[in-house]
């Protein structure tokens, strides 16, 4: 797959679940996912528009029993609000970067 042009918004889904041939179902992955506040892009095409992009992390989608949490910086300094969820949260599944540009 080539990209010509790196997104503002970078969405990023983990893979955190398995299928198990013997359970006939599939199971929540519970290993530990470290992931990082800033990631580096580089563009694959050579005729690529920009060819590598900063990003910065913003929010983290966390699954918690049968619901879903945001930690979303943004959105918690507009409203005043604080989060008991880690950007670095070892259970984060769905990671939102945006870039600096």
């Known amino acids: 797959m080539r990209v010509k042009k790196l997104p503002m918004i970078l969405a990023l889904h983990l893979k955190r679940f398995k299928y198990m041939e013997q359970l006939h179902r599939y199971t929540k992955l519970s290993y530990r996912v470290v992931f990082p506040l800033e ?14 992009r900063m990003y910065d992390l913003v929010a983290v989608v966390v699954h918690c029993g049968s619901n879903h949490k945001i930690d ?3 959105i918690e300094e507009f409203y005043g609000l ?5 950007k670095n949260s070892e259970s984060g599944y769905i990671l939102f970067y945006q870039s600096r540009e």
């Not at 990631?39 to 590598?52: E, K």
């Not at 604080?82 to 880690?86: E, L, R, V, Y």
């Open 39 to 52: 990631l580096r892009l580089f563009n694959t095409s050579s005729d690529a528009v920009n060819l590598d």
């Open 72 to 74: 979303a910086q943004a």
């Open 82 to 86: 604080t989060s008991d969820i880690s």
